[in-house]
């Protein structure tokens, strides 16, 4: 895990230095910065495999390197591949490098991981990468005569490479969604690179590219022994549990009280011999669903080295500003607000941190997935966000449509896959995390696992109020301290409760932010009258900090927030 920046095509030394300056809070362990014939580099680590020897840039089999993320699958492709006595790092990333030499950028499809890199190779082709499920970020702009990409859009801000400008259309879509949709971000000029895309660069231009799905759009198998099906689920998780642990550093897990954490902590327990450290995140508010209880009878069963924190109406204030810092590419998504907290708390402990992102989008966990499959008579619906913007559900629908012949629950899995997964929950993962140098890990979102579920018979996924079905069947066996059949109330955080004592000082204030103004006039009002309170104030103190230069303590005093 790491930040990486630089410009292809021309060299830009002090712009790359400036850029990679921007983003080591990604990774706290060191800065280095190369010049090439025709680029500039920086890589920001943060040491998780080979403390000693992992250092980017790499060289290799005459091609160059700098990523971000973990390429879980190094060790077994250095084995596929007979590198053994060739390769001079232990890297997970130095493998990809001899295979690229062998087969060029078909060497791209072999990768099992969360990534995104910058190859130049020794072909003279230069490459960049974004893993299928888009767990790790990436963006570009033109420069000059060059291709300029970084980790975190502030990268390009610090280096004076383009003006903070807002994409109204894409602020549009964050108040109505909570995320923006595809490559679309709420800068003007600078897109992110869809999840799975690969681009080549040619004299600092796109000459071509192509995107890498992380589902197969083919309809889901028809005959199928549950009980099989059971021990080859248990095989597969287990396999990718076991890959998103390999590290040099100190590694835990998030556990909450669901189903997704519980699975991911089973399998941990199960694999390491001493006490697996976790850390749970509770509400002290009577209006929130605590998770606590839950995740400590988990805890128990496990025998893990359970930790937890609590957060409360001082943690809000305190940290909501913070939060609108370290997310510069927006989700108004108030699940940022216990994963900073519990990023905090892991902070010192660990470096490595696996968590249960994915579990609902693959095993068809959400309530909309349920409603999907139901006629309209008996209240069924598309699984699509309600907004009143005709404009914005048709983009919405554009990028969310799934090609082939695919069941209505796999459509709607589909679509969160394309959309809110890597632009609302990864986003929010990736930037929570390294804000605080540390590496989050999703075992869910692994292409076997992908493989794996998405072709499941509906009836394995949704069976009548139980979604997840196969999953709860294998956690009630694997550890049922975790009660997967017992009713759960959905993921809360009490905001309207602490946002409504301010809410008219607040209203008041709105006016004053020029990106409010711009794209919902009516901000005031609606914030009075107790509508999109969470959205609208997220997104007020965002535009105040990375639009117009606030630190993150003035933009809450700004909002009218406690001082």
């Given at each position: 895990?790491?930040?990486?920046?630089?410009?292809?095509?021309?060299?830009?030394?002090?712009?790359?230095?400036?850029?990679?300056?921007?983003?080591?809070?990604?990774?706290?362990?060191?800065?280095?910065?190369?010049?090439?014939?025709?680029?500039?580099?920086?890589?920001?680590?943060?040491?998780?495999?080979?403390?000693?020897?992992?250092?980017?840039?790499?060289?290799?089999?005459?091609?160059?390197?700098?990523?971000?993320?973990?390429?879980?699958?190094?060790?077994?492709?250095?084995?596929?591949?007979?590198?053994?006595?060739?390769?001079?790092?232990?890297?997970?990333?130095?493998?990809?490098?001899?295979?690229?030499?062998?087969?060029?950028?078909?060497?791209?499809?072999?990768?099992?991981?969360?990534?995104?890199?910058?190859?130049?190779?020794?072909?003279?082709?230069?490459?960049?990468?974004?893993?299928?499920?888009?767990?790790?970020?990436?963006?570009?702009?033109?420069?000059?005569?060059?291709?300029?990409?970084?980790?975190?859009?502030?990268?390009?801000?610090?280096?004076?490479?383009?003006?903070?400008?807002?994409?109204?259309?894409?602020?549009?879509?964050?108040?109505?969604?909570?995320?923006?949709?595809?490559?679309?971000?709420?800068?003007?000029?600078?897109?992110?690179?869809?999840?799975?895309?690969?681009?080549?660069?040619?004299?600092?231009?796109?000459?071509?590219?192509?995107?890498?799905?992380?589902?197969?759009?083919?309809?889901?198998?028809?005959?199928?022994?549950?009980?099989?099906?059971?021990?080859?689920?248990?095989?597969?998780?287990?396999?990718?549990?076991?890959?998103?642990?390999?590290?040099?550093?100190?590694?835990?897990?998030?556990?909450?009280?669901?189903?997704?954490?519980?699975?991911?902590?089973?399998?941990?327990?199960?694999?390491?011999?001493?006490?697996?450290?976790?850390?749970?995140?509770?509400?002290?508010?009577?209006?929130?669903?605590?998770?606590?209880?839950?995740?400590?009878?988990?805890?128990?069963?496990?025998?893990?080295?359970?930790?937890?924190?609590?957060?409360?109406?001082?943690?809000?204030?305190?940290?909501?500003?913070?939060?609108?810092?370290?997310?510069?590419?927006?989700?108004?998504?108030?699940?940022?607000?216990?994963?900073?907290?519990?990023?905090?708390?892991?902070?010192?402990?660990?470096?490595?941190?696996?968590?249960?992102?994915?579990?609902?989008?693959?095993?068809?966990?959400?309530?909309?997935?349920?409603?999907?499959?139901?006629?309209?008579?008996?209240?069924?619906?598309?699984?699509?966000?309600?907004?009143?913007?005709?404009?914005?559900?048709?983009?919405?629908?554009?990028?969310?449509?799934?090609?082939?012949?695919?069941?209505?629950?796999?459509?709607?899995?589909?679509?969160?896959?394309?959309?809110?997964?890597?632009?609302?929950?990864?986003?929010?993962?990736d930037r929570c995390l390294m804000a605080h140098g540390l590496e989050g890990r999703t075992p869910f979102l692994?292409?076997?696992?992908?493989?794996?579920?998405?072709?499941?018979?509906?009836?394995l996924k949704v069976q009548g109020r139980f979604g997840k079905w196969i999953l709860r069947k294998w956690l009630?066996?694997?550890?049922?301290?975790?009660?997967?059949?017992?009713?759960?109330?959905?993921?809360?955080?009490?905001?309207?409760?602490?946002?409504?004592?301010?809410?008219?000082?607040?209203?008041?204030?709105?006016?004053?932010?020029?990106?409010?103004?711009?794209?919902?006039?009516?901000?005031?009002?609606?914030?009075?009258?107790?509508?999109?309170?969470?959205?609208?104030?997220?997104?007020?103190?965002?535009?105040?900090?990375?639009?117009?230069?606030?630190?993150?303590?003035?933009?809450?005093?700004?909002?009218?927030?406690?001082?």
């Open positions: 895990m790491c930040g990486i920046a630089g410009v292809v095509g021309a060299q830009a030394d002090a712009q790359t230095k400036a850029m990679a300056e921007a983003i080591t809070h990604r990774g706290p362990d060191g800065v280095r910065l190369e010049t090439l014939a025709n680029a500039s580099l920086a890589h920001a680590r943060l040491s998780i495999i080979d403390l000693e020897c992992g250092w980017q840039p790499l060289h290799a089999a005459g091609s160059t390197i700098i990523g971000n993320g973990e390429i879980y699958n190094y060790v077994e492709l250095a084995r596929d591949f007979q590198l053994e006595g060739k390769l001079a790092t232990g890297s997970d990333f130095e493998p990809l490098l001899h295979i690229y030499a062998q087969e060029g950028e078909k060497a791209f499809d072999r990768l099992r991981g969360m990534y995104a890199f910058c190859l130049i190779g020794a072909d003279g082709r230069t490459w960049l990468a974004r893993d299928p499920f888009g767990i790790k970020p990436l963006y570009i702009m033109q420069h000059g005569g060059g291709l300029a990409f970084a980790s975190e859009p502030r990268a390009f801000f610090k280096a004076g490479l383009m003006r903070t400008e807002l994409d109204e259309e894409a602020a549009k879509e964050l108040l109505a969604f909570n995320y923006t949709l595809g490559s679309r971000t709420t800068f003007e000029g600078l897109r992110r690179l869809a999840p799975g895309e690969v681009i080549e660069v040619r004299d600092g231009r796109i000459v071509s590219n192509w995107v890498r799905r992380p589902l197969a759009p083919r309809a889901p198998q028809k005959a199928a022994d549950e009980e099989a099906l059971i021990r080859q689920l248990d095989a597969v998780l287990e396999d990718s549990v076991g890959v998103h642990q390999r590290s040099d550093v100190p590694y835990g897990l998030f556990l909450s009280g669901g189903i997704d954490s519980a699975t991911v902590a089973t399998l941990m327990a199960r694999l390491n011999e001493r006490p697996v450290t976790a850390f749970t995140c509770g509400f002290d508010a009577p209006e929130a669903r605590d998770e606590r209880a839950a995740a400590e009878k988990v805890a128990r069963a496990l025998n893990l080295d359970w930790r937890e924190t609590s957060f409360g109406e001082e943690d809000f204030w305190r940290i909501l500003p913070k939060a609108a810092w370290a997310l510069d590419d927006p989700t108004a998504d108030y699940a940022v607000l216990p994963t900073y907290k519990l990023a905090e708390a892991a902070k010192g402990t660990l470096t490595v941190v696996l968590t249960g992102e994915g579990g609902d989008e693959l095993f068809g966990g959400y309530g909309r997935y349920r409603r999907a499959l139901r006629p309209a008579w008996l209240g069924g619906r598309p699984a699509e966000p309600r907004t009143a913007d005709p404009a914005l559900v048709a983009r919405w629908r554009a990028e969310a449509a799934a090609p082939g012949a695919l069941t209505p629950l796999q459509q709607a899995q589909w679509a969160d896959v394309a959309t809110w997964l890597p632009n609302d929950l990864l986003l929010k993962l692994d292409p076997q696992v992908a493989a794996f579920a998405f072709a499941l018979p509906d009836r009630e066996r694997a550890c049922p301290a975790a009660e997967p059949w017992a009713r759960k109330q959905g993921f809360t955080v009490p905001v309207e409760a602490w946002i409504a004592p301010r809410a008219q000082e607040i209203a008041r204030r709105l006016p004053s932010i020029e990106a409010l103004r711009r794209v919902k006039p009516d901000a005031a009002e609606a914030f009075a009258a107790g509508q999109q309170r969470w959205p609208l104030l997220f997104f007020a103190v965002w535009a105040l900090i990375h639009l117009e230069g606030a630190t993150p303590e003035e933009a809450l005093s700004q909002v009218g927030g406690p001082s």
